[in-house]
T-cell receptor, first 112, second 112 residues
Framework: DAGVTQSPTHLIKTRGQQVTLRCSPK?????VSWYQQALGQGPQFIFQ???????QRGNFPDRFSGHQFPNYSSELNVNALLLGDSALYLC???????????FGQGTRLTVV | RKEVEQDPGPFNVPEGATVAFNCTYS??????FFWYRQDCRKEPKLLMS???SGNEDGRFTAQLNRASQYISLLIRDSKLSDSATYLC?????????????FGTGTRLLVSP
């Protein structure tokens, strides 16, 4: 049983570009949450998807958007990249109503 | 004020030592509590849940004090392999669902 998988694992982008990160949840999980982890900080909640809808957003601008597909996989899109968007982006999957979350290995984004 | 506060460390201890980490949270409505472990450049992994009655898993003991909004983790007989960052995590409910709120993490270095 594959756990949570994210792609790509590493990415380098230029300021102003756009990026799409992908996440496949653990088998049987229907909820996907995205987190941003800057160096030396804990993960910060970006948003959560359930039933293909965004349920709540953390303190992130509209440049951050996402999508969930019928197979529960999810994408995180970031437009107009800034240097400060450089971070480890983590996807966590869970079952609706269950607080236990499993994390993917993350995508390390570097904006230059 | 951050929702979850931890001493970032690092805590430098010799093998065999006992070390304790503390964490405070600000939202009295927080419902579930966890310690996650994160190795360098890896994803967070659930170490243990935390209950008011206290819980123990081998060398690890976690405790929750709801009145003081305080969470602790005790590691006995430290091993080199315990070197990692320990993240204190609480869940908060909003819009009918729960999200994870992380502290910045406490770094532990166990030396021979």
């Amino acid at each position: 049983d594959a756990g949570v998988t994210q792609s790509p694992t590493h990415l380098i982008k230029t300021r102003g570009q756009q990026v799409t990160l992908r996440c496949s949840p653990k088998s049987g999980h229907d909820t996907v949450s995205w987190y941003q982890q800057a160096l030396g900080q804990g993960p910060q909640f970006i948003f959560q998807y359930y039933e293909e809808e965004e349920r709540q957003r953390g303190n992130f601008p509209d440049r951050f958007s996402g999508h969930q597909f019928p197979n529960y996989s999810s994408e995180l899109n970031v437009n107009a990249l800034l240097l400060g968007d450089s971070a480890l982006y983590l996807c966590a999957s869970s079952v609706e109503g269950n607080t236990e979350a499993f994390f993917g290995q993350g995508t390390r984004l570097t904006v230059v | 004020r951050k929702e979850v506060e931890q001493d970032p460390g690092p805590f430098n201890v010799p093998e065999g030592a006992t070390v304790a980490f503390n964490c405070t949270y600000s939202n009295s409505a927080s419902q579930s509590f966890f310690w996650y472990r994160q190795d360098c450049r890896k994803e967070p992994k659930l170490l243990m849940s935390v209950y008011s009655s206290g819980n123990e898993d081998g060398r690890f003991t976690a405790q929750l004090n709801r009145a003081s909004q305080y969470i602790s983790l005790l590691i006995r007989d430290s091993k080199l392999s315990d070197s990692a960052t320990y993240l204190c995590v609480v869940t908060t409910r909003g819009g009918g669902f729960q999200k994870l709120v992380f502290g910045t993490g406490t770094r532990l270095l166990v030396s021979p």
